[in-house]
């Protein structure tokens, strides 16, 4: 008797639990929304889903035409996460005064201090007039293109080679971050740490870079009491971002007392176009401290280094995919090719930045190449006062936004049936012109009054890079390697990009 009690028991445990289950399921808009638990939340299909992260994120907002509160029961977290092209347009410049960053965003991105990812209000309309009059100056916008071309011509194009003769892969999502982080580390600091080399050296500054993205990545996932107490013990995720930011700290502390110290004994370093070096030489430099100069370089390094980066690796992931894409951009860079003289030793082509900036289909495959894999997968809101959203959803103050680039460039009622497809051609209109796309449905370099100043400057080294690896070498992709993107705050490739290269015979190129 006792085993058929029991037996009974069991039964009508698991019917209720079923009954209950079902119920839960009625109250879903689609089937690929998580189910959401008492106590936890949906916090039971994040953990399931976290290691495909973006795509289950993106399925759930296909199916919840675009929109989806996220909620992680007792842990505090909650977001509103959105793709609606209307709601970025609102969020992002109509109603731009009503959401700033917000005050979380700034604990979250503490090891950027005051600088102008984390700043709102005055002190971020300040810091973005002083970084634009900079950066839109001729002398960096020179200084810039000039740079770019030497390191891919003495950096990159050497490494490439001594792979290609070496018949040995390499990861080409490294060998990018690498290129990238001399790349800005000259434009910012002035200095260039040499990341870039055969024997790939490790560059601690680089590295704790790295530790710091994926850190800042699961602080949205954890409650910030949480992470905020493993960070103050330095335990877990957390010891890893409290090494990186001394690491950070120290490089940025140093370089910039070098760079004063070189400005007092030399009366000045006027004659130097980085960043860093403009702000010393500044004739207010009372308003440049320390602590200003070292949160404005490193919020641009993380800005110009990772984006960047990351961009040209899933550009080339691409292009191993789809040759006719390759071909089309080949087919482009030979005429210009053809009447320059060939540079180094091995007599490889770099071309100039006046030279590819009529290159059409080149700019529209590296626009189409964002729209589907954006640096930045997500942005981070919060509301100051109440406010409806035009989807209709009623926004609370304090409430948390989380809008998904990398899931816009993959909804159908954006972008087309054809919207998970790589075609540049839906760049170009009929009359073979660059198509205007509105930054509020393309928001790879953000919308509104906060676009990204570095976009000129971002695809003058995308440009410069690409052309020069495509016309100089076939890149092949390494069977069966897994191309997957890393939990980051930054869209990095998980398990990098491994490829063989080899030396391309330019005259087999229209073959």
């Given amino acids: 008797m006792d085993s058929l009690y029991w037996l009974v028991e069991l039964v009508s445990l698991l019917c209720c639990f079923v009954f209950y289950y079902r119920h839960l399921q009625s ?53 509103f996460v959105t793709c609606d092209p209307s709601n970025v347009r609102h969020i992002f410049t109509s109603n731009f005064i009503n959401y700033p960053k917000g005050d979380e965003f700034a604990e979250i991105f503490d090891v950027l201090g005051n600088g102008i990812f984390n700043a709102d209000g005055e002190s971020w309309r300040r ?20 740079y770019s071309r030497e390191k891919v011509e003495r950096s990159l194009l050497p490494f490439l080679a001594h792979a290609a003769d070496a018949g040995t892969s390499c990861d080409l999502h490294d060998m990018f971050l690498r290129l990238t982080f001399d790349m800005t580390c000259n434009l910012v600091f002035g200095v260039d740490p040499g990341c870039l080399q055969i024997d790939l050296p490790v560059v601690p500054f680089a590295r704790a870079m790295d530790d710091v993205l994926e850190t800042l990545f699961l602080r949205h996932l954890i409650s910030p009491a949480c992470w905020k107490l493993m960070y103050r013990l330095e335990v877990g995720t957390e010891r890893k971002m409290a090494a990186a930011k001394r690491t950070i700290d120290l490089f940025a502390a140093e370089t910039i007392a070098k760079r004063r110290a070189d400005h007092k004994l030399h009366e000045g370093i006027s004659s130097s ?12 430099t009372s308003e440049f401290d320390d602590e200003f ?17 990351a961009a040209l690796s899933w550009f080339f992931y691409l292009l191993t995919r789809n040759p006719r894409v390759e071909q ?36 529209a495959a590296l626009c189409e190449c964002l729209r589907l894999y954006p640096s930045v997968p997500f942005e ?15 926004m609370k ?10 899931s816009m460039g993959r909804m159908e009622g954006v972008w087309g049936k054809d919207c998970a497809e790589f075609r540049p051609e839906r760049w170009i209109t009929s009359d073979g012109k660059l198509r205007y796309e509105p930054s509020y449905k393309f928001i790879s370099f953000n919308a509104g009054p906060r676009t990204c100043l570095g ?45 063989t290269v080899k030396r391309r015979n330019v005259a087999a190129v229209h073959g």
């Fill in 27 to 79: 109250k879903k808009i689609s089937k690929a929304e998580p189910t959401e638990w008492p106590i936890l939340g949906h916090l039971f299909g994040l953990v399931a889903n976290m290691h495909r992260f973006h795509d289950w994120a993106t399925g759930i907002l296909a199916g919840t035409l675009y929109n989806f509160e996220a909620r992680a029961g007792l842990t505090g977290v909650r977001f």
């Fill in 397 to 406: 103050a304090g409430d948390k936004i989380l809008i998904f680039s990398y």
């Fill in 293 to 309: 100069l070292r949160d404005t370089t490193v919020n641009l390094l993380l800005a110009g280094r990772d984006t960047t980066g």
């Fill in 127 to 146: 810091q973005r007039a002083k970084s634009q009059l900079l950066m839109a100056g001729p002398l960096f916008r020179a200084f810039s293109a000039r």
């Fill in 328 to 363: 089309k951009i080949l087919d482009e860079l030979a005429p210009v090719a053809s009447r320059k003289k060939l540079a180094g030793d091995d007599g490889m082509v770099v071309f100039d930045v006046s030279e590819l900036s009529g290159m059409l289909y080149l700019h």
């Fill in 273 to 284: 176009s980085d960043m860093l070096s403009s702000f010393i030489c500044n004739d207010d």
């Fill in 380 to 394: 981070h809101k919060a509301a100051v006062a109440g406010d409806v959203l035009p989807s209709g959803h009623e």
């Fill in 455 to 499: 976009k000129e400057m971002a695809f003058v080294q995308m440009k410069t890079a690409a052309a020069a690896v495509l016309w100089n070498f076939a890149v092949e992709a390494v069977p069966g390697h897994v191309v997957e993107p890393k939990l980051s705050i930054i869209l990095h490739m998980k398990n990098g990009l491994a490829v």
